[in-house]
């Protein structure tokens, strides 16, 4: 009986971290990276369509947990700087968040490995099974995504 609690809880930790659609396109990435390592930059940029289109739909998940940054349109952002700093506002919060929640997350419950010196993800032992859940959860056997 002890081993089934064990599974169940296993299972249950599973499917809490794939809970995130951030967290989720983390998973479609690596596995179709394969063995190749993905860095985090590369992660970034699939993510931020992901966590755009989970706010435009009305989603309550926001990459960090928290509020948007504040305005670029404040006038104490100037000009010249408006997109570097736009860039940086929208970028850095989302970076942030892979750093510290979600890829941690993932790696908690051996989905990725996460090496914080290279900055680069790989699969992890529950790698292919989060990607098998996945696909049966959206009724997609083909590998399309969530």
Not at 7 to 33: K, M, T, W, Y
Not at 82 to 97: H, I, N
């Amino acid at each position: 009986m002890d081993g089934n609690r064990r599974e169940c809880d296993q299972l249950g930790n599973l499917f809490q971290a794939l809970s995130h659609p951030i967290r989720r396109a983390v998973v479609q990435v690596v596995e179709h990276d394969g063995t190749d390592p993905t860095d985090v930059e590369s992660l970034c940029a699939v993510c931020e369509d992901v966590d755009d289109v989970d706010r435009l739909s009305g989603g309550s998940s926001t990459a960090n947990g928290t509020e948007n940054a504040p305005s670029l349109d404040d006038p104490s952002v100037s000009n010249w700087n408006r997109d570097r700093e736009r860039t940086a506002l929208e970028s850095a919060p989302l970076e942030t968040a892979l750093h510290h929640h979600h890829l941690p997350k993932l790696a908690s419950v051996d989905v990725i490995e996460y090496d914080l010196q290279s900055r680069t993800v790989t699969s992890g032992d529950n790698g292919d099974l989060a990607a098998d859940l996945l696909q049966t959860v959206a009724g997609e056997p083909d590998g399309a995504s969530c």
